[in-house]
């Protein structure tokens, strides 16, 4: 459903490079591999969202991760289905999963956040993102999971400039049909629970 969809792009990463099969660690499930010439782990919280810190906190401590090299996948209500936003720190617009990685690991990590839209009131805002995407939804949400696996290398070296106009150029097909953005969402130029 639409608050999956972090984890959703994890498991189209983890195919278009090839990971090993997913395994149980951390509060979670993991997997790794080379993306770009470094190695990448992928981290699903299998605890509540609420939770998702627990397993984010361990997995950083664990393997000694600087805050500033966690990616954060998140669906984000506050933008349009089908826009694509990265930053580094800031605050965690009510999403709890991200309040509770924050209260773990620290606020410092990015922010991938990935836009479902929103429903229009604020009361219907839980069932909607706990339910399934629409069908229409697949207009452009696998090309945008293909995209972002496409593209998480320039993620993995830190660029996350580069990261969004590599998604907004495969993209491009997509928005010449009649997609739209700004200058610094993926669907033009300019990566569960929350999961890194």
């Known amino acids: 459903h639409r608050h999956n969809v972090g984890f959703m792009v994890l498991d189209r990463i983890a195919e278009q490079h090839g990971f090993a099969?997913?395994?149980k660690r951390f509060h979670g499930l993991v997997t790794d591999g080379p993306i770009g010439g470094r190695r990448v782990m992928l981290l699903k919280p299998q605890t509540y969202m609420n939770d998702s810190g627990q397993a984010v906190g361990e997995a950083?401590?664990?393997?000694?991760?600087?805050?500033?090299?966690?990616?954060?996948?998140?669906?984000?209500?506050?933008?349009?289905?089908?826009?694509?936003?990265v930053k580094a720190g800031g605050g965690n617009a009510g999403h709890n999963g991200l309040r509770s990685i924050s209260a773990h690991i620290g606020n410092e990590y990015a922010r991938v956040r990935i836009g479902v839209g929103h429903p229009g009131s604020k009361d219907l805002v839980s069932h909607y993102v706990l339910h399934d995407f629409a069908k229409a939804d697949a207009d452009w949400l696998d090309p945008m999971l293909d995209a972002i696996a496409h593209a998480t290398g320039q993620l993995a070296a830190g660029d996350d400039a580069r990261f969004l106009t590599d998604v907004a150029r495969r993209l491009q097909p997509e928005k010449s049909a009649g997609k739209s953005g700004g200058k610094t969402e993926a669907s033009e130029p300019v990566a569960a629970a929350p999961a890194p």
């Open 21 to 23: 099969p997913w395994k």
């Open 60 to 85: 950083q401590r664990y393997l000694k991760i600087a805050e500033e090299d966690i990616y954060v996948f998140h669906d984000e209500i506050d933008l349009a289905p089908a826009k694509l936003k």
